[in-house]
C-alpha cells in the first residue's frame, strides 16, 4: 500500500474513490447519489484542502482522507476518512491518518477536527435527548455497535463536544479534536 495525493487529473483515481465513498456512506444523510459522491471529491481540489487516497499494487484506491483548512491554517478539519470494506482492520485508516497529520503539522496546523455522527444508534448519544444535561450524556458514552468514535480515540482524539439532534431528534453529530 502506498499513499499519494489524489490528483484532479487522474480520473481512474477520482471514480474509484467518489465509488468509495458512496458505497461506504451513501445513505440520504450523506452522499445520496454517486454524483453527490463525485462532486465531494472534485471539492478536495479546492485551495486549502488535502485529498489523498491510498493504493494497492495494482493502483486501485482502497481508501480516501481529506482535509480542509479552517481558522487560518491553524486547524484542519479531517473530512472525510473512509477505507474499503475489504481493507478494513489492516491499519490503513490509521496509516492515512498518520499521513494527514504530518501533513496538517507540515503546513503549520496545530489543531484537528472531525465529526462523527451516530445516526444508527451506535451509542449511547444516539436515539435520546442529550438535553439539559449533554456533558453527562458525554462523559459516559458507551460504544454499542462499533461505531468509528474509539478508532479516533486510539489515535489520540478527544471529544470535545456534540450536536444534539444534528442529523434528526437522537441523531447527533460527536465533535473529536487532537492537537498535532
Do not use: C
Not at 490503513?92 to 489543531?111: K, P, Y
Request: glycine residues 10%; aromatic residues 8%.
Amino acid at each position: 500500500m502506498e499513499i499519494v495525493d489524489l490528483t484532479p487529473n487522474d480520473a481512474s483515481a477520482i471514480e474509484q474513490t467518489a465509488e468509495l465513498i458512496f458505497n461506504s456512506f451513501g445513505t440520504p444523510d450523506a452522499w445520496p447519489t454517486i454524483e453527490s459522491a463525485r462532486e465531494e471529491v472534485a471539492a478536495s481540489f479546492d485551495e486549502g484542502r488535502i485529498s489523498r487516497v491510498a493504493i494497492d499494487e495494482m493502483k486501485n484506491v482502497i481508501g480516501w482522507i481529506g482535509g480542509i483548512s479552517e481558522y487560518n491554517g491553524n486547524v484542519w478539519e479531517l473530512h472525510p476518512l473512509a477505507v474499503r470494506e475489504e481493507h478494513r482492520h489492516q491499519g490503513i485508516g490509521r496509516a492515512l491518518v498518520v499521513d494527514f497529520e504530518n501533513l496538517v503539522r507540515e503546513r503549520g496546523g496545530v489543531t484537528i477536527t472531525l465529526g462523527t455522527d451516530d445516526l444508527e444508534n451506535q451509542t449511547t448519544l444516539g436515539g435520546v435527548d442529550l438535553y439539559p444535561n449533554v456533558w453527562q450524556h458525554i462523559n459516559s458514552i458507551q460504544n454499542l455497535n462499533r461505531h468509528p468514535y474509539e478508532f479516533y480515540q486510539k489515535l489520540g482524539y478527544v471529544i470535545v463536544g456534540v450536536i444534539p439532534d444534528a442529523n434528526g431528534h437522537g441523531r447527533p453529530d460527536i465533535f473529536m479534536a487532537k492537537k498535532v
